[in-house]
């Protein structure tokens, strides 16, 4: 194809309202063909139908995650491409569906809501210690500082016995006030008398203030939190804030899988490639320090990543 007929190709393609729309708002964020569906008020054969061409044409960038197929715009120098995104971006504005993009992002989070809202009686709380050994890697950069440890998104505490004899205080925290009260029962039942259990998120004001009085955390972990949140880049930005000059960030979460069985309720994403762990370190403003495979332990949980990234001293 010679460059004229390319150039008309491209008319051709940027001549469609629905397309250019559709490159305005995976330009604002990347969505899943479901959700540019319910931003459109289209049917998904109907959106896979518009975005293919535009697919073919490199404009769009597909990604998969177990049955869900992502896609993006790809970032362009070319002055009609550049052209059709601000026409779309107005036909968003004046439809409405660039302002209900940040609705449709935190739909995903629903089912995690609605999860952890309700504590399931699952009998006494029991402490395996054997399930803790995969997490034992991240110990390796966490001799410099003993001070204060935050466990962001503790859930029922299945990292709080591994992180109190190491640390002279460890916070857990959770936005989930039933599943505090588990963690606090498996406090008591290891006695562990310097952990504090704080209901919140780490983008919370309380939160921000509290660590910032106490000159932030020589450790930030987020345990298998990623997979539940509609924004991970946001989430590890946060969990950053909290994080003194010269401590670290420890992420732990699944590796990627496409097998969709995987899916745990409430969860987002099946998993994270290394590099797309590597990126949320980076944009966090943090020096990446490792990023490998843990090894798995029979019963335990499926194969997980360690980042860890480390912010700088002053």
């Known amino acids: 194809m010679d460059a004229a007929v390319a150039r008309l190709e491209l008319f051709r393609l940027l001549g469609d309202e629905a397309r250019v729309q559709v490159l305005a708002l995976c330009a604002a964020e990347e969505l899943a063909v479901s959700e540019l569906a319910a931003l459109l008020g289209e049917s998904q054969p109907q959106i896979t139908k518009k975005t293919q061409p535009l697919r073919e044409a490199g404009l769009l960038v597909a990604r998969r995650d177990g049955t869900r197929t992502l896609l993006r715009t790809e970032p362009t120098d070319e002055v009609l491409v550049k052209a059709a995104l601000e026409a779309g971006r107005a036909l968003c504005g004046r439809d409405g569906s660039l302002a209900r993009v940040p609705t449709v992002i935190a739909q995903r989070e629903e089912g995690a809501r609605r999860l952890f809202a309700e504590a399931k009686d699952e009998g006494p709380v029991i402490v395996d210690g054997m399930q803790l050994l995969p997490f034992l890697p991240l110990l390796a950069p966490l001799l410099p500082g003993r001070a204060l440890a935050v466990d962001v998104g503790t859930g029922e505490g299945a990292l709080l016995p ?111 490639e290394e590099r797309a762990l590597d990126g949320f370190v980076r944009d966090a403003r943090l020096t990446p320090i490792t990023i490998a495979r843990l090894p798995s332990v029979a019963g335990g949980p499926r194969e997980l990543q360690l980042a860890v990234g480390q912010k700088a001293a002053p």
């Open 162 to 272: 591994l992180l109190a004899p190491l640390y002279q205080r460890v916070l857990g925290l959770d936005r989930s006030a039933a599943r505090l009260a588990r963690a606090a029962e498996r406090l008591a039942a290891l006695g562990l008398s310097n952990v504090r259990l704080l209901e919140g998120d780490a983008g919370d004001r309380h939160v921000v203030e509290e660590l910032d009085q106490k000159g932030g955390a020589d450790l930030v972990v987020l345990s298998r939190v990623l997979r539940y949140a509609s924004r991970p880049q946001e989430t590890v930005l946060a969990a950053a804030r909290l994080v003194r000059a010269g401590g670290h960030l420890a992420i732990i979460d699944a590796a990627p899988t496409d097998d969709e069985s995987r899916r745990a309720p409430g969860q987002v994403w099946l998993g994270f």
